[in-house]
């Protein structure tokens, strides 16, 4: 099993493209863009031992002690640079698999000067398996993931059984898994899992997550949820976003 890292050589800079409106981007692997060195392909020894892979990705922040929160798909980075402006004494790893949005988020956090935030180009529930220790994170944000719309294809949706495992594992007791989509074939989908993993009857391994109201952060505008670039564009008066916490019991 390999681990491709995607970080481009040690002057870690990306062509911007379109999103950079043709800038280069500079990710600063080694302290924005977490780096190959940070981050280094799985070991063989996982075919015979599943924890043999695992790092404490507190270690990539300069005050590992702090609040740890993951969010998973960043987009543009405007939810990560609004959260991590407004709660300075958390650390934030962002985890984004489209190396465009990598790139162009990391950019604008180095721009930002935020030094509690660290990006990480990688599949972020293979991350939450094979990486992340258990019970080291406070809360995971996960908003306006890919729906996946043809069904042929939603073996690809991030929110099902593997995922809820691992999020529920690497969450601290009281830890919250926050969920946001506009999506509402999604959103059904998401629902027959809430239900499952919110009973104890039917919670994988009997340990059922509480499901709460979802509060906005009181920094985000009037009528947002999150205010990601994403929601800013698709969503509006006319479409009302769904989301849920689903919290570890403590």
């Not at 075919?47 to 969010?71: S, V």
């Not at 919110?198 to 709460?212: M, W």
Request: net charge neutral; hydrophobic share 35%.
């Amino acid at each position: 099993m390999t681990h491709d890292s995607h970080i481009p050589g040690r002057s870690g800079r990306f062509s911007g493209g379109k999103l950079g409106h043709g800038r280069e981007l500079d990710v600063a692997a080694g302290s924005i863009g977490v780096s190959p060195e940070e981050y280094p392909p799985l070991p063989d020894a996982v075919m015979t031992d599943p924890l043999a892979g695992r790092l404490d990705p507190r270690a990539w922040f300069n005050n590992p002690t702090r609040r740890f929160e993951i969010e998973i798909g960043c987009g543009k980075g405007t939810f990560m640079l609004n959260v991590a402006t407004e709660n300075p004494s958390t650390n934030f790893l962002g985890i984004e698999w489209e190396g465009a949005f990598f790139a162009y988020t990391a950019d604008r956090v180095r721009r930002a000067g935020l030094e509690n935030v660290r990006m990480l180009h990688a599949d972020a529930v293979e991350f939450l398996k094979w990486r992340c220790p258990d019970a080291i994170v406070n809360t995971i944000h996960l908003y306006y993931s890919d729906p996946w719309p043809k069904a042929k294809h939603h073996k690809n949706r991030v929110v099902q059984d593997k995922f809820l495992e691992q999020a529920r594992r690497v969450l601290i007791p009281g830890g919250e898994l926050r969920i946001v989509t506009d999506h509402d074939d999604y959103w059904q989908w998401m629902e027959t899992f809430f239900d499952r993993w919110t009973d104890a009857s039917t919670a994988p391994g009997g340990v059922a997550l509480a499901r709460e109201a979802f509060v906005p952060p009181d920094w985000v505008g009037e009528g947002q949820v999150v205010a990601t670039n994403y929601e800013k564009k698709m969503c509006g008066s006319t479409k009302q976003p769904h989301a849920a916490v689903l919290r570890k019991s403590g």
